[in-house]
Every structure is written in structure tokens, then in C-alpha cells.
């Protein structure tokens, strides 16, 4: 069980707003409002399951599940390599420790780039890595502005280190796996790790 000083735990402080739900569950159900405090429970009680997490959605929505419209407030977005599938589509295979190796090579990649370079955690999915940023809370005014906004940052993370990043993961609803759980696709458990912090 993580305790408070884990940065599992920090990562979930970090993407908490005042106001606003952390949603965490599977794919078409909502669970609960994480926290802090409830996460290392909810994580152990739930290590079968495949867990997503979406942050922005004002408390008065309850527990449901949203799509782009219902988030309001966002402080984060990830930025998605999937990189099992990008070797695949080359004929080749790749270790889980070979991922994880290319997610903290992406730490020193991006340190000259202007913006690129303030990213919080890199995380090994199971089956490639997201690179969270987690900054100040802002107002989501238009689902389309969002995405008009990732897909810049995917095209200057693409164009820094020449790894390419999913580009359907640009909505402002999107869910991300919950980094601590574990990813059970295709009779696997492996857990989606924290690799670096900063």
C-alpha cells in the first residue's frame, strides 16, 4: 500500500481542483471522486480491474460518467506514446523494460525543449508511456480549443524526439489509465508505473 510521501499519492494531490471531481473507473462507469486519502484503498481494492481516471467535472455532475462538454476545469493533460503498437506496425516486438527505458530516455529528450521540458511524471502504461503535465487550473471554454491546443503539443512533441504519439488521445474528456493501478488487457497484470517524477 503506498503512503502519503509515495509520489502515486502526490500525482492524485496534484490533479485534485477545489470544486471539481478526479472520476475514477472502468471505461463505461464511474466508481467514485478520487483523492488523496481514498486512492491507496481504492487501488488495492480494485488491482483486477482495469482503472481510468478524468479530472475537471464540477461536483454538482455526480458520479457519471462525461464525455467533452461535462469538463470544466483542467489542470493536466497526457501526452500518449503507444508504443507496443508502434513496433507492431514495424514487425517488431518490445520488452516492457525496453518501454520503459525509451519513457526515461523521453525525460533527458525533452529537457532543451521550451515548454516540453516541464513535464510532472512519466508513466509506463503497461504498453507505452504518458508523459503527464500538471499545471495550474484553467477554464475548458471549448472542447474544440482543446484539441486545436494538443495537437500543437503532439506535433512539437513528434517533431523534438521523433516518437509518435497517438494522436486520437487530443480530447479534453479523455480518460488515462490511473497511474499505481494495474493494466489487465490480454490476461496480463502489469502495473502502470510511475518512471520519473519532477
Known amino acids: 500500500m503506498q503512503t502519503p510521501s509515495d509520489p502515486y499519492v502526490e500525482l492524485i494531490r496534484r490533479l485534485i481542483i477545489p470544486g471539481y471531481q478526479l472520476l475514477a473507473g472502468g471505461v463505461d462507469r464511474v466508481d467514485c471522486a478520487l483523492t488523496h486519502e481514498t486512492y491507496?484503498?481504492?487501488v488495492q481494492a480494485?488491482?483486477?480491474r482495469d482503472l481510468y481516471i478524468l479530472g475537471g467535472v464540477p461536483v454538482a455532475l455526480g458520479l457519471v460518467r462525461?464525455?467533452?462538454?461535462?469538463?470544466k476545469k483542467k489542470n493536466y493533460f497526457p501526452i500518449d506514446i503507444d508504443v507496443r503498437e508502434l513496433w507492431k506496425k514495424e514487425g517488431k516486438e518490445i520488452s516492457d523494460d525496453e518501454i520503459k527505458d525509451l519513457g526515461r530516455w523521453c525525460a533527458g529528450a525533452?529537457?532543451?525543449?521550451?515548454?516540453?521540458c516541464e513535464w510532472s511524471y512519466i508513466v509506463f502504461s503497461g504498453n507505452g508511456i504518458h508523459i503527464w503535465y500538471i499545471g495550474d487550473p484553467a477554464p475548458v471554454y471549448s472542447p474544440e480549443h482543446w484539441k486545436h491546443g494538443m495537437k500543437f503539443i503532439l506535433g512539437e512533441f513528434e517533431k523534438h524526439t521523433k516518437l509518435i504519439p497517438d494522436w486520437s488521445c487530443v480530447n479534453?474528456?479523455?480518460l488515462f489509465?490511473?497511474?499505481g493501478s494495474f493494466n489487465n488487457k490480454n490476461g496480463g497484470h502489469v502495473k502502470v508505473e510511475i518512471l520519473c517524477a519532477q
Do not use: C, M, Q, T
Open 40 to 42: 491507496p484503498s481504492y
Open 177 to 179: 489509465r490511473l497511474p
Open 66 to 71: 462525461v464525455g467533452d462538454v461535462g469538463v
Open 172 to 174: 479534453v474528456g479523455k
Open 46 to 48: 480494485n488491482e483486477n
Open 110 to 116: 525533452l529537457a532543451d525543449h521550451a515548454f516540453l
